[in-house]
């Protein structure tokens, strides 16, 4: 496992950088910027706007500031190290003490004298994704840091009910297949499919919120503001889910070991339980992955219709703004998502399906 | 036997471990977000980008800065004119240039210390300093030095020039000269405006010093902003809200009534509408167009003159645009009655020249129109079927004039640009069908995304842009001064130098009248010429709670959060008993007794009638 592990770590690294990259550049092709408005700026103001965010400099720097560790805000590429004693340093004038990034070994302080002016990116590479265009009181950091910890809770809520749902109904149809029971759930898991998520949620709110008022038609704060965007988001889900199940229910149940199962007088729900259920969703636990990825990142239109603050909304306005650093900061985090839960489920499949070995993979 | 098993208690620990952390990270995240509804919700439409004053340029930035911070002035809520806000009083010199202000010894920032000259000069400084980067810097270029001051740059991004150098001055503590490159009649009313909003200096020193690389942010955290409004931010959400509770120390803290305001930040104007009729939110400022004519009816839906127009700029420097014939019969055929009464429909005026409709002691002057023409006048004399007929008829003989129509020269097509919106397109639909019908012109529609719609009219890389224009301040010179030669807003190619030299001798007259009538000269110029084609004046699109008092519209469309209140039951039927027949009475939750302030409060003890808290309704 620990060999997978690490060929899937170097190959993150390579994707990354591949994708911080091309996004870098495609960003930085589309005509507008940041600060275009309805009002047009005066040369001079717009020229000290670019200055502060180093926008004038060529692109291959502004990608290599970005790319970080290092400063390039002092000129030429770099600046000076010093390293001095922090007697020394304390006894300097607080403006000059205040320059420069600083790292302490006992009683030295070395000194980067590369940062002068407005904060410097720290670089992708140490972290830092860098301060935010549009939303100027905050770094990148600080904007995920608090949507996606809301956008994890309504994608918890949605992922639950959609396995839980999604779980049941497609056990139940494999179970009574050919019947009206699994002709009424299969269509409903039709519809589910068919209808986009934020059709559903206008029904919902016209029915929960306006004609029998017993939730709120939209905001975040109490557990009741999740019930509505959360089955609103997972109803999709929990449709597919449904019918993968039901596939892979159906494929196991007519396999030999079954058949044995039932020769040696279990009964039939335990059968399904503990023999078939654990075949069955192999297909869905493959699923999973990119749908918790979809749930998580692709709630942009449930987040809006309900006004929930998660990372939802950043995917598509960070574009429109041209907020260079935030769209490159959820792009990142897409990356990081999709990839990590890709691995867990690779990792999962190792448990549930003993024929597949992962240094085999 | 033995292995598996454990195994399998192994992996179904883990997923029980998983699902309760997910479990307890839901909790969390919801338990971190609970919070007590406000005394009143307001839904701001977006994220603000800073609550840095000096750096901001957006009407959702305003809402937030005028309830926390205070400028020398403040407006009437009413009429927009100047009152004592931190300046109890001021002197101006006889040619309108010297402005002396003396500040209230009782002003106070949040963090005890007085409000002084110095802070506005301190202020005004780092504004005005190139690396501060504040967008709206030209706002304060009226002052003496203050345009080189900003705009010549030494190679380290310093200005060349001191602060000596503008004409700005602590005459002592509570005494601030500022002296004007020219009179500017409405200054009072930029020293009301947030980006001349003072900010605290130790604020932001202290934050330099304990973050010398994070300050930029630092000193704008809730916990450590210093502001001198009469509400202060307790607590800030991205994307989700700003909680404002009331400042203690603002020195008319007495006439405050509201003790916490919630500002949303919901983009979704259907949202935004929901939450309002479910009773969750007190004010939105937009609606949807399409619901419009089910909301004209309620008493809580009265859009007012706001002060802006919509217009289409029109490339001139395209040869076959160039002739001002041609740009005349375009504007001349458009209906807009159509656009107005079937698109935005919420009473917007069908509009004939630059400066938007409303503003006192300006006559807006019209482009010429067919014989019987009555330029900007209500109904049907101005826009109705047979004057528009007229004007339509008018635009074929123009256009045959510059040798273009049956017949002639075909014109080349044309296409008219905007940026996406429903609205927009149907605006646009509207007009390339009249000009199709009325004139045989072929117009194709196309949109692009904002910021690239943006770069496109900037480039002049258009033929007719639809356009914009909202007025900073109330005076017809926020319109005007667009569209002289090469200014970096203008965006048609136009230029004229008698316009030019018009809008410049405005700069320096100090007589009302005489200004007054070189601005309208200018404007006769802009609306003969027509580098742009009028469409219509703007209406305010807000939707208020009936309960809430101290509210009341004017032409900028600027709330002031510090003369709110709640109306008691009693207070609420006076104001209904004034209702037109027209308007129907709609659910108004709140407090049915009210929520005043304690001034307020003292003069309703007095019995001296409804209460005004000072803003006249």
């Not at chain 1, 003490?97 to 940062?115: I, K, L, M």
């Not at chain 2, 919901?266 to 479910?278: A, C, H, K």
């Not at chain 2, 400022?285 to 002060?307: C, G, H, I, K, Q």
């Not at chain 2, 410049?504 to 027509?530: C, G, H, K, Q, T």
Request: charged share 20%; net charge neutral; aromatic share 10%.
């Amino acid at each position: 496992m620990i060999p997978f592990l690490l060929r899937r770590l170097l190959w993150f690294a390579i994707t990354l950088l591949g994708v911080v990259t091309i996004s870098f550049f495609l960003m930085r092709a589309v005509r507008g910027g940041p600060f275009d408005g309805e009002r047009r700026l005066h040369p001079a103001i717009e020229a000290n706007l670019a200055a502060r965010y180093n926008l004038d400099w060529p692109l291959w720097r502004q990608y290599l500031q970005y790319l970080g560790p290092f400063n390039l805000r002092a000129d030429g590429i770099g600046g000076l190290l010093v390293v001095e004693d922090e007697a020394a340093r304390l006894a300097k004038p607080a403006r000059e003490q205040a320059q420069g990034s600083t790292v302490r070994f006992g009683s030295n302080v070395w000194t980067f004298t590369g940062d002068i002016g407005p904060r410097p990116f720290g670089g992708v590479l140490t972290g830092d994704l860098g301060p935010s265009f549009k939303y100027r009181d905050f770094t990148v950091n600080d904007i995920i840091g608090q949507s996606l910890p809301i956008s994890v809770a309504l994608g918890s809520v949605a992922l639950l009910w959609a396995l839980v749902l999604g779980l049941t109904a497609g056990i139940g149809s494999a179970l009574w297949r050919g019947t009206r029971v699994d002709l009424g759930l299969r269509l409903v898991a039709t519809l589910g499919i068919a209808l986009p998520n934020f059709v559903i949620a206008a029904f919902l709110i016209l029915l929960f919120a306006f004609l029998v008022p017993v939730l709120p038609v939209a905001g975040w704060g109490r557990a009741e503001h999740m019930i509505l965007p959360g089955f609103a988001l997972g109803a999709p889900f929990a449709a597919y889910i449904a019918r993968l199940t039901r596939t892979g229910m159906l494929e196991v149940l007519s396999q030999d070991h079954i058949r044995t199962a039932r020769a040696k007088g279990l009964p039939e729900w335990l059968i399904l339980l503990r023999h078939a259920l654990k075949g069955g969703v192999l297909p869905v636990v493959s699923y999973l992955g990119p749908a918790t990825a979809g749930i998580l990142t692709g709630s942009l239109v449930i987040e809006r219709l309900f006004g929930i603050p998660g990372t939802g909304s950043h995917f598509v306005n960070s574009a429109l703004n041209r907020d260079y650093t935030l769209s490159m900061g959820v792009t990142i985090l897409y990356t990081v998502l999709v990839y990590t839960l890709n691995t867990l489920v690779d990792l999962a499949y190792t448990l549930l399906d003993p024929r597949i070995r992962l240094e085999e993979s | 036997m033995a292995r598996p098993v454990r195994r399998l208690w192994w992996r179904q620990g883990l997923s029980l471990a998983l699902l309760g952390g997910l479990l307890f990270l839901v909790l969390r995240a919801i338990g971190a977000a609970r919070i007590e509804r406000a005394d009143v919700v307001f839904n701001n439409s977006t994220e603000i980008s800073t609550l840095d004053p000096a750096t901001v340029t957006g009407v959702p930035e305003g809402r937030i800065l005028r309830a926390i911070f205070e400028g020398l002035t403040i407006k009437d809520p009413l009429t927009l004119e100047a009152r004592p806000g931190m300046a109890e009083r001021w002197e101006v010199s006889a040619d309108g240039l010297v402005y002396t202000f003396h500040l209230r010894p009782d002003a106070l920032w949040t963090n005890g210390d007085p409000v002084t000259a110095h802070d506005f000069v301190y202020s005004w400084k780092r504004f005005l300093d190139p690396r501060t980067a504040a967008e709206y810097a030209y706002q304060l270029w009226y002052v003496v030095g203050a345009e080189t001051f900003s705009t010549q740059v030494g190679p380290d991004g310093a200005p060349l020039n001191g602060f000596d150098t503008v004409g700005i001055r602590a005459l002592d503590t509570l005494t601030l000269e500022v002296r004007l490159a020219a009179p500017t009649p409405f200054f009072l009313q930029l020293t009301a405006f947030y980006p001349l909003y003072p900010v605290n200096r130790r604020n932001i020193e202290e934050a330099q010093a304990a973050f010398p690389d994070t300050w930029q942010y630092e000193w704008l955290r809730p916990e450590r902003l210093v502001t001198n409004g009469p509400f202060v931010i307790k607590e800030r959400r991205v994307n989700d809200r700003i909680r404002l509770v009331k400042n203690t120390r603002y020195w008319a803290a007495d006439e405050v009534a509201l003790n916490t305001i919630d500002a949303l930040a919901i983009e979704s104007y259907l949202t935004g509408l929901n939450l309002y009729l479910s009773g969750e939110v007190d004010w939105i400022n937009l609606v949807p167009a399409s619901l419009v004519p089910r909301l004209l009816p309620r008493e809580d839906f009265d859009p007012t003159p706001y002060f802006g127009s919509y217009f289409y700029r029109v490339n001139t420097t395209k040869p076959h645009l160039a002739d001002k014939r041609v740009r005349r019969a375009l504007a001349l055929a458009i209906d807009r009655r159509a656009i107005t009464e079937k698109i935005v429909k919420s009473g917007q005026r069908p509009w004939y020249s630059f400066v938007p409709y409303g503003m006192e002691g300006y006559t807006a002057q019209s482009f010429a129109r067919a014989s019987s023409a009555q330029g900007n006048a209500d109904g049907d004399a101005g826009d109705g079927p047979a004057q528009l007929a007229a004007d339509q008829a008018e635009a074929v003989r123009l256009f045959a004039e510059a040798g273009y129509g049956p017949g002639a020269r075909p014109f080349p097509t044309i296409e008219l640009h905007y940026n996406t919106s429903e609205t927009h397109r149907d605006i646009a639909e509207v007009v390339a069908d009249t000009w199709k019908r009325v004139l045989g012109i072929d117009a194709k529609l196309l949109n692009q995304e904002w910021k690239v719609y943006l770069d496109t009219q900037s480039n002049l890389g258009y033929d007719v842009s639809r356009s914009a224009w909202i007025g900073d301040y109330l005076d017809p010179n926020t319109f005007l001064d667009m569209f002289v030669t090469g200014g970096e807003n203008n965006k048609t190619g136009w230029g004229n130098a008698e316009y030019d030299a018009l809008i410049r001798r405005s700069r320096f007259e100090v007589d009302p009248s005489a200004r007054r009538e070189l601005l309208e000269a200018a404007e006769r110029i802009l609306m003969d010429e027509l580098p742009i084609l009028p469409i219509y004046s703007y209406v305010t699109q807000n939707v208020v709670n009936p309960r809430l008092g101290g509210f009341p519209g004017n032409l900028l469309d600027e709330q002031f959060p510090r003369f709110w209140y709640w109306m008691d039951d009693e207070e609420l039927a006076a104001r209904r008993a004034a209702l037109p027949a027209d308007q129907t009475v709609v659910d108004a939750p709140g407090p049915r007794e009210g929520l005043y302030s304690p001034a307020q409060m003292r003069r309703r003890a007095a019995g001296s009638g409804a209460p005004t808290n000072g803003a006249p309704e």
